[in-house]
């Protein structure tokens, strides 16, 4: 796995190692049998509750749960678990029911609160709404009170997050082999999106010596969603397309705004980017859930991209 000194000025950022593509992954953990679409389970970012005990769960799983064990690590088909620098191509991902061998394979990182397992439930949502292969990078709950403060370390671009280091990994070996990816990200995950996407550019200007705009033209392979998502600016190079519920605070007070604030200026969706607001529900769980909110409002990708 790739280390990558967090409290280095982002400039100075670069990669020392990864992990042998040629070794055949061995999962690190089982999970459960996919769930069915209609459970109705949870996968918001601010809204599960950790099992973290009967008072921690009446609190809302506040204090966490036990799932820092999964930290950055890759979650594919059956929930189970891969560790970073395990080539896509190795793991088996998440399909739709009425399709095992989809032409695409997305990579789908969390917002904050959400167990393995409940990633799981929304990477099965993910697939049937966009008939493509889903493979997690697992953005861990240590409970909200410290999933916030990762946050706030997230923003200001602070700190070690293994799933920030996983994704930029991944996209950089990708990108090396001559392939793209495809990002989703909801809440939180796009702020880990972002700390990957700049530590790739880094990487691929200091370690392969590319210009501004060669950067550019490399990373414009990647194509990248956000739904409600934490981060206000993104690099320049691939394709955005980011998804605004103008009735949730998350990505209206943090992330791309609701197009009306006097400070639209100072956020940056990346070179290009496309942002697709509407308006929908009230409270945290009508407005900002994953799986019950933004999904129902995602178009496909190059219809997204045209304005459609």
Same mark, same amino acid.
């Given at each position: 796995m790739t280390s990558i000194d967090r409290n280095a000025s982002p400039a100075l950022r670069t990669a020392t190692s990864s992990t042998p593509a040629e070794k055949k992954p061995v999962p690190v953990s089982g999970g459960p049998a996919p769930l069915p679409a209609t459970t109705g389970a949870r996968a918001d970012g601010f809204e599960g509750a950790s099992r973290a005990g009967p008072v921690n769960k009446l609190l809302g799983g506040i204090f966490g749960g036990g799932d820092k064990k999964y930290d950055g690590l890759l979650? @594919?088909?059956?929930?189970?678990?891969? =560790? =970073?620098g395990t080539p896509l191509s190795q793991v088996p991902g998440v399909t739709p029911r009425d399709n095992a061998h989809p032409a695409e394979t997305l990579l789908y990182v969390n917002g904050i609160n959400n167990t393995k397992d409940k990633q799981f439930a929304s990477m099965q949502q993910l697939a049937e709404r966009t008939g493509a292969k889903v493979i997690g990078v697992h953005n861990a709950t240590e409970g909200m009170v410290a999933d916030l403060a990762q946050c706030v370390t997230d923003k200001l671009d602070k700190?070690? *997050? =293994? /799933?920030?280091?996983?994704?930029?990994?991944? +996209?950089?070996?990708? #990108?090396?082999? &001559?392939? &793209?990816?495809?990002?989703?990200?909801?809440?939180? &995950?796009?702020? +880990?999106?972002?700390?990957? #996407? *700049?530590? +790739?550019? *880094?990487? #691929?200007?200091?370690?392969? @010596?590319?210009?501004?705009?060669?950067?550019?033209? /490399?990373?414009?392979? #990647?194509?990248?969603?956000?739904? @409600? @998502?934490?981060?206000a600016h993104f690099p320049d190079g691939p394709q955005y397309v980011h998804y605004v519920n103008k009735n949730d605070l998350v990505p209206t007070w943090f992330g791309q705004g609701d197009g009306d604030g006097v400070d639209e200026w100072a956020r940056d969706g990346g070179k290009g980017a496309v942002i697709r607001r509407f308006e929908q529900g009230s409270g945290i769980e009508g407005t900002h859930s994953f799986d019950s909110v933004y999904l129902k409002h995602r178009v496909p990708f190059e219809q997204a991209r045209a304005g459609h």
């Open positions: 979650v @594919g088909a059956k929930g189970a678990t891969f =560790p =970073p700190g070690k *997050n =293994p /799933a920030v280091d996983t994704m930029a990994d991944t +996209v950089y070996a990708e #990108l090396k082999a &001559g392939r &793209g990816v495809h990002l989703v990200a909801h809440s939180q &995950g796009a702020l +880990v999106t972002s700390r990957a #996407l *700049n530590d +790739v550019a *880094n990487r #691929l200007r200091i370690e392969d @010596g590319l210009s501004s705009a060669q950067v550019e033209k /490399a990373m414009s392979k #990647l194509k990248v969603e956000t739904f @409600g @998502g934490a981060a």
